[in-house]
């Protein structure tokens, strides 16, 4: 029977009023994510579910609320949720994939994304960027046979994609293959567009820092600052492998560098220094580093806040003191 007002029937309007909620409960879960209320979003993401059972993007949306909130392995249930029914689909969307890869890498459970990765190409064999996905997986993990196997047989089957030598190069500096991982890196750059030189040598030296082989990797940057000369980072990066070859005053030069390249990141790009020197338990350099920082950037908090730990560090906590004394006392008051 139609509705005497409107011409509908008592189920469209029920239809219509659900529909109505549902909007309303997602705009408010929104409005919380937006104020990082993951607690409150969580629970109307929990009724958004409830009212409707089949609208995966809750569910997505769910997972992304608990990871926010610290609740990680319940996000991880919601996600695996949703992978589940990936990896059944004809078409393999992957969205819930991608976000169990990118957490398992934020949180270095490497043996869980291996797990999630041989899943995946186990059901999209062919796929040429879950296979490289996979093989990272195993590198980082520590299994590099397994990850040069991948990248090799990608390399033979796409010989002109220059990251997959690349790749290859990496699993071998990673298995302390060093001569033969500089010819696949020069074969990325052979294959490559010009231009591209410098970025496969960083590449490579951040697989030498990694490898614990810091004066390849001092070898590596200088190459790469050499053949990139506008590319300021690549000189901090070779501040770091000196830094870890204890030559700290060639390290400052290096930042310098890249301080005149990029003169506006001055303050950040000693503060990277500053918090690398102190990895290193090296506190005196460090609070010089962080004091440059200032220097450039009076504003910046953290810059202060760090500097004031790097003293206090190495006994000088007098000086540490005054400085916090600082943030505390209002700009303009005695």
Not at 90 to 100: I, M
Not at 141 to 159: Q, W
Not at 164 to 190: K, N, P, T
Not at 272 to 279: E, F, I, S, T, Y
Request: net charge negative; glycine share 8%.
């Amino acid at each position: 029977m139609r509705g005497p007002q409107y011409g509908t029937t008592g189920k469209e309007i029920e239809e219509m009023t659900d529909q109505t909620n549902t909007e309303q409960y997602e705009r408010m879960a929104q409005l919380y994510m937006k104020e990082k209320r993951y607690p409150e979003a969580i629970a109307v993401y929990r009724q958004l579910i409830r009212m409707k059972p089949d609208m995966d993007s809750f569910v997505l949306c769910l997972a992304w609320a608990l990871k926010d909130n610290g609740e990680i392995e319940e996000a991880v249930e919601q996600f695996e949720k949703l992978f589940r029914k990936e990896l059944a689909r004809k078409v393999f969307t992957g969205f819930a994939y991608d976000e169990l890869v990118r957490l398992f890498r934020e949180t270095r459970q490497y043996d869980r994304l291996v797990d999630v990765c041989e899943r995946a190409v186990a059901v999209q064999k062919k796929d040429v960027h879950l296979r490289h996905t996979l093989g990272d997986a195993y590198l980082r993990a520590g299994r590099h046979a397994e990850a040069l196997a991948i990248f090799e047989a990608l390399a033979a089957e796409e010989p002109d994609m220059s990251v997959f030598h690349a790749s290859v190069g990496g699993a071998l500096i990673a298995a302390g293959r060093f001569d033969e991982a500089e010819a696949s890196y020069r074969r990325a750059i052979e294959n490559d567009f010009p231009g591209k030189e410098g970025m496969f040598l960083n590449k490579m030296g951040h697989a030498y820092m990694l490898a614990g082989a810091y004066g390849r990797a001092e070898s590596a940057f200088r190459r790469a600052a050499a053949a990139s000369g506008e590319e300021p980072i690549y000189r901090c990066d070779l501040g770091d492998a000196l830094v870890m070859l204890g030559r700290v005053e060639e390290a400052f030069q290096a930042y310098g560098e890249a301080v005149g390249v990029n003169p506006d990141f001055e303050g950040t790009y000693y503060f990277r220094l500053g918090n690398r020197l102190m990895k290193e338990n090296r506190a005196p350099e460090a609070a010089e580093a962080f004091r440059r920082a200032g220097a450039a950037d009076p504003a910046n908090a953290f810059y202060t806040l760090s500097l004031a730990e790097a003293l206090s560090a190495c006994g000088r906590t007098g000086e540490a003191q005054a400085i916090l004394e600082t943030l505390r006392t209002p700009a303009g008051e005695p």
